[in-house]
T-cell receptor, first 113, second 112 residues
Framework: GESVGLHLPTLSVQEGDNSIINCAYS??????FIWYKQESGKGPQFIID?????DKRQGQRVTVLLNKTVKHLSLQIAATQPGDSAVYFC????????????FGSGTKLNVKP | KAGVTQTPRYLIKTRGQQVTLSCSPI?????VSWYQQTPGQGLQFLFE???????NKGNFPGRFSGRQFSNSRSEMNVSTLELGDSALYLC???????????FGPGTRLTVT
């Protein structure tokens, strides 16, 4: 499969545990954020998004938290499963940036059965 | 509904050559964005097209160019290839006025 990063930080968790993946962003003008999951050999897959006027959003087994004060974003995955093993990226953009996203460097999640 | 398709999936070129990559967006999507992904630099935005017009571009040299056709299909071209252009090139499409992008599987370009 594709190698998306040779020196990515890695988070190893046991199946069934909760995972928390963190991301710091730099542009205080960013007002929209997305978390993506990328499996080997595939393009990034949308997981969940959040706008800057929110500080929390929940999806199925996933929650995104946004702290604009410290420019920090986190992705929480509940009851992590082996199928969640992948590289996770946060991405940010600003209003009227027409889909010009800035991506974080990524975190590799390794779920141990 | 078919996803974003990219062709070819793999490509090997020699330094100095040029290459054209193709992207077909999801039906109904008029915005197409291109990204370069490398182990060292991660995912970097190249440009975005909507209704055959480039609306935004990243910080890449002029050797990187693109276009979009009336059916929303897009191509990107890299001229005078350099070794550092070896990367996974990803295309993403979205409906206008939404940020939710759907990515294709990418084209793996290797420059030797």
């Amino acid at each position: 499969g594709e190698s998306v990063g040779l020196h990515l930080p890695t988070l190893s968790v046991q199946e069934g545990d909760n995972s928390i993946i963190n991301c710091a962003y730099s542009n205080s003008a960013s007002d929209y954020f997305i978390w993506y999951k990328q499996e080997s050999g595939k393009g990034p897959q949308f997981i969940i998004d959040i706008r800057s006027n929110m500080d929390k959003r929940q999806g199925q087994r996933v929650t995104v938290l946004l702290n604009k004060t410290v420019k920090h974003l986190s992705l929480q995955i509940a009851a992590t499963q082996p199928g969640d093993s992948a590289v996770y990226f946060c991405a940010e953009t600003g209003l009227y940036n027409f889909n010009k996203f800035y991506f974080g460097s990524g975190t590799k999640l390794n779920v141990k059965p | 509904k078919a996803g974003v398709t990219q062709t070819p999936r793999y490509l090997i070129k020699t330094r100095g050559q040029q290459v054209t990559l193709s992207c077909s967006p999801i039906s109904g999507h008029r915005s197409v964005s291109w990204y370069q992904q490398t182990p060292g630099q991660g995912l970097q935005f190249l440009f975005e097209y909507f209704s055959e017009t480039q609306r935004n571009k990243g910080n890449f040299p002029g050797r990187f160019s693109g276009r979009q056709f009336s059916n929303s299909r897009s191509e990107m071209n890299v001229s005078t290839l350099e070794l550092g252009d070896s990367a996974l090139y990803l295309c993403a499409s979205s409906l206008d006025y939404t940020y939710e992008q759907y990515f294709g599987p990418g084209t793996r370009l290797t420059v030797t």
